[in-house]
T-cell receptor, first 114, second 122 residues
């Protein structure tokens, strides 16, 4: 079965600093990986996803993630944090075989400080 | 364009009372539909998913149930709420494709989430 581990439930960065949110996955088959963002009391919004092809994936709001098979990782980065990036971020892996189910990590709360 | 609606937005219910949360999708046909629960500090847990009318799969044993009476309507219910049912409930949908006469989900397809319902059981 697939699983996702997000390292660090809370991450704090200064405005303008690099954002790095870590995600490691476990899968016996080639995974499909997703990053979602959730603002307070809202649903989840897709940031980016990796299916096949180029391992560096660019998403919305200046975020990108790199699929590294050898490290079983899919870390999310952004070169320069903005106050509006403060939110909770979820990494997810798609479960193959019917229903297109997602398994989510426990989330990382990003705080951006002045 | 497709939109997904959930209501109510917030709900406060006493222990032992019934529950009915509704989710509807517009602008697509025969979507996969999902119910998730998000409890504080525990991420998202898939509760139910549906690939068609009347077809419901349960992911975890609990006192909740789901129904899909229409193609684009997904309902989450309970006969008697527990304190542990408190949380943020999210509905989501994804596209399915007609392949060889069968509706097939694609694991690469994005799930689109509704705005959620905040349920507090007292």
């Amino acid at each position: 079965a697939q699983s996702v581990t997000q390292l660090g439930s809370h991450v704090s960065v200064s405005e303008g600093a690099l954002v790095l949110l870590r995600c490691n996955y476990s899968s016996s088959v080639p995974p499909y990986l997703f990053w979602y963002v959730q603002y307070p009391n809202q649903g989840l919004q897709l940031l980016l996803k990796y299916t096949t092809g180029a391992t560096l994936v660019k998403g919305i709001n200046g975020f990108e993630a790199e699929f590294k098979k050898s490290e079983t990782s899919f870390h999310l980065t952004k070169p320069s944090a903005h106050m509006s990036d403060a939110a909770e971020y979820f990494c997810a892996v798609s479960v193959t075989g019917g229903g297109n189910k997602l398994t989510f990590g426990t989330g990382t709360q990003l705080k951006v400080e002045l | 364009s497709q939109t997904i609606h959930q209501w109510p937005a917030t709900l406060v219910q006493p222990v032992g009372s019934p529950l009915s949360l509704e989710c509807t999708v517009e602008g697509t046909s025969n979507p996969n539909l999902y119910w998730y629960r998000q409890a504080a500090g525990r991420g998202l847990q898939l509760l139910f998913y549906s690939v068609g009318i009347g077809q419901i799969s349960s992911e975890v044993p609990q006192n909740l149930s789901a129904s899909r009476p229409q193609d684009r309507q997904f309902i989450l219910s309970s006969k008697k709420l527990l304190l542990s049912d408190s949380g943020f409930y999210l509905c989501a949908w994804s596209v399915v494709w007609l392949i060889g006469g069968r509706w097939e989900g694609d694991s690469t397809d994005t799930q689109y989430f509704g705005p959620g319902t905040r349920l507090t059981v007292l």
